[in-house]
């Protein structure tokens, strides 16, 4: 059983920044990675932003540059800070932890959400 707890959303001015985090208790699996996704109203949820076990990161081009991914395998827990934050940033943003059952992380995988966190970015 995976619970993936997230915080830090709220309301920003455009320009301004958040750091979002999330808690991962119950199973930490030895193939996966873990992500940030958002869904704004009336669209589908996208990805925001990766990183696997091994610390490598990948993120959507709208937002290069101005969110960073990271992680601390200790605790464990999962952050997205978010800086120069536009109104077309705002959503509710779910963190992810994507298990694959291969090595290559390749094939099969199974998908655990959190319950979201909603950002506002006012103009």
């Known amino acids: 059983q995976v619970q993936l707890v997230e915080s830090g959303g709220g309301l920003v001015q455009a320009g301004g920044s958040l750091r979002l985090s999330c808690v991962v208790s119950?199973?930490?699996?030895?193939?996966?990675?873990l992500g940030w996704y958002r869904q704004a109203p009336g669209k589908q949820r996208e990805l925001v932003a990766i990183?696997?076990?091994?610390?490598?990161?990948n993120y959507a081009d709208s937002v290069k540059g101005r969110f960073t991914i990271s992680r601390d395998n200790a605790k464990p827990t999962v952050y997205l800070q978010m800086s120069s934050l536009k109104p077309e940033d705002a959503a509710v943003y779910y963190c992810?932890?994507?298990?694959?059952?291969?090595?290559?992380?390749?094939?099969?995988?199974?998908?655990?959400w959190g319950q979201g966190t909603q950002v506002t970015v006012s103009s």
């Open positions: 992810n932890i994507r298990r694959y059952y291969d090595r290559d992380m390749r094939g099969s995988y199974s998908d655990y």
């Open positions: 119950g199973s930490i699996f030895s193939f996966s990675r």
């Open positions: 990183i696997t076990t091994g610390g490598s990161t």
